[in-house]
């Protein structure tokens, strides 16, 4: 996706480890509009698919989640990453290993609000090493519901996350695809 | 904001101790729909007093605050109420004590984000004890801009956050208040 390409060139930064911030539109400053033009990139790719909703993980996959749910006239339900006083019952839960932040996270959904009739879409904002997905595809494998495709922000192509994915036979359609961060330059792969 | 309200008596729960629960579609599912109207409405209210960015905090308030950005034409900014890896540097903090969770948090926003520049919006789910709210004002007040307007979704109004707001003499625009929840029953206050 040209825009979200130009987006990341221009405000993105790259730290030591292969870290890429962007936190100018994305992860702490959101910018509506480019979230409005992939939540639209989204519905388009997965449209087809009979999506009955979008499953994410808070914060960073709500606003991009939440335009492609519009898009899809579809709920979105984002997995919280931990428990809180009013949601402690009836919960899928999966654990998942960050490496950014170097430990584990359980994410959870509510039984109430994933069913095996639900044919789900899921959308996170990084694709990495691929442990925050698998974690969704977990929840999702226990609540019994079909997962018809992962719509990613910002994949990460040097890393193994979308191996991992594709092993899955899920459809992944990754907004822009990065090559290589080396020497703080950010090269993109062709577009899908 | 009478679609509001129509969503919570439809789907709302109320617990014991005066929790709502909105699960169904706010603070963990969330009609993309409705986030919209939602959305719309802050910027109907808002729309001729110079806003420049949006402020809100994760989780539950992105969603509506992107919509409002949207109609806005402007950024919006969530406070991070833990610091991460990627984001440590150079913070305004403050430290929210919620009676929910009967705990504190510290939110943040990067300096880079908010500056004597703005004129910003503040947008939360609830207000209840205020507590959330004024810790983004006093974010605001670290970093010099201009608070021009407060933004609730659910207000109740038993409680004391709108008497403290009020004492600000920011402008507090709720679209659903709410004057009781006694017996399990949910009862509004007339609209604004």
């Given at each position: 996706m040209k825009l979200l390409e130009e987006f990341i060139q221009e405000k993105g930064t790259v730290l030591p480890g292969n870290v890429l911030k962007v936190?100018?539109?994305?992860?702490?400053?959101?910018?509506p509009g480019l979230m409005q033009e992939m939540g639209k990139a989204f519905a388009e790719r997965f449209?087809?698919?009979?999506?009955t909703k979008i499953v994410t993980i808070e914060s960073s996959g709500i606003a991009p989640a939440v335009f492609a749910g519009l898009a899809l006239s579809v709920p979105v339900v984002f997995a919280r990453k931990k428990k809180s006083v009013t949601l402690t019952d009836n919960l899928y839960t999966s654990t998942v290993y960050s490496y950014t932040k170097k430990k584990s996270n359980d994410i959870s959904v509510s039984k109430q609000f994933l069913t095996d009739a639900d044919t789900i879409l899921v959308i996170d904002d990084f694709l990495a090493n691929g442990q925050a997905a698998l974690g969704l595809l977990e929840i999702a494998e226990l609540a019994g519901a079909k997962v018809a495709g992962i719509g990613i922000v910002?994949?990460?192509?040097?890393?193994q996350g979308r191996e991992l994915l594709n092993k899955t036979g899920i459809p992944v359609y990754s907004l822009a695809r990065i090559a290589s961060l080396e020497n703080e330059e950010i090269l993109f792969l062709e577009e899908e």
């Open positions: 936190d100018a539109f994305l992860n702490h400053q959101i910018d449209k087809d698919l009979g999506i910002i994949e990460k192509s040097f890393q």
